[in-house]
């Protein structure tokens, strides 16, 4: 029992944290610390993104990627606009909108986009 | 003042908004346990080390705070990652001398007041450096013998003897409790 009472009393003296004159001093140099980590991270990103962007658009480029891309786009459109037809046959400027394969690039751009702020978002989350 | 807006929430509440990125929550924390953590750090012995393991072990703390699930305290929990924090680093640079010897080599007991007693900190450096982190392991950082002993990758058998010799010394040394010395105080009276 006394043994008991005793090792009680130990874990109370241990919890008993005592008062130190620079604890603000040391919460202030952790959140640099963590501050100055994140920043890292961003940059590193950031970085990785960038250079990842610039080779993949590089190498879209020099394989012919947008002639061939023009081309499916072009097959797209037709298939799209066909759609759009049966739905509303008399909406012209729908079929305006698509022939040109644009609205086909356009979307293509704007998630290769969206999945880079994913990407990144997910990044930053890990 | 964003200060006083997180000096009213709960330990809990603050990790779950630094699960959400947010740093100032989390140096709230710190705030309120950092002098906890270093002391225990002080306790095992880490000395001049303690402040530089604490700010790594708040960091790696951090880095995992979405393992908190609050329950357990905060405190607890930051303390145990520190004092394995801890443990590594004295494993990486070899200085855990060997724990495994029975007789372990203590400093000469401290000198204390009137009567010879002495408060934890003090008592804490008469014990052998296996003596001294086996107690605080277990009795300040929550370890069980059987966690302290796969950290410091040793036979359960010497954690037990450690710890039951570093009580022992402890109990010589340590001042009475405030109730034992209310109680001394009366008999003398």
Known sequence: ???????????????????????????RRVERR?????TARRLVIGAAGGVGGVIGASQLFMSGFAERMEVASQGSAKVLTAGLREVAPHADWLTVLTSGGAVVWTASVLAVVALGFAVARALEEI | MPGARYSSLHDVELAAHAV????RA????????????????????????????????FLAAFERI????????????????????YLRRLQRQRRLKALAVEADEADPPPAGD???????????KGLGQGERLCVSLCFGAGFSHAEA?????????TVKSHVKRGLEKLR??????????????????
Not at chain 1, 13 to 22: C, H, I, K, T
Not at chain 2, 20 to 23: I, K, L, P, S
Not at chain 2, 149 to 157: F, K, S, T, V, Y
Not at chain 2, 176 to 189: E, T
């Open chain 1, 1 to 27: 029992m006394a043994e008991l009472d005793f090792e009680r009393r130990l874990e109370r003296l241990f919890a008993e944290a005592p008062a130190m004159a620079d604890e603000d001093a040391f919460a």
């Open chain 1, 34 to 38: 963590l501050e100055r980590g994140w």
């Open chain 2, 20 to 23: 959400a990125g947010d740093r």
């Open chain 2, 26 to 57: 989390f140096g709230e924390l710190v705030r309120r346990h950092g002098a906890g953590v270093r002391a225990l750090l002080r306790r095992m012995g880490a000395g001049a080390e303690a402040d530089d393991v604490a700010q790594d072990a």
């Open chain 2, 66 to 85: 979405a393992e908190f699930r609050g329950e357990g305290t905060f405190a607890g929990w930051v303390k145990r990652i520190a004092a394995r924090q």
């Open chain 2, 114 to 124: 009137a009567d010879g007693r002495i408060d934890l900190d003090e008592s804490l």
């Open chain 2, 149 to 157: 002993a796969e950290a410091l990758n040793l036979p359960l058998g």
């Open chain 2, 172 to 189: 010589a040394r340590l001042a009475p409790s405030d109730g034992a010395a209310a109680q001394g105080n009366d008999a003398h009276g």
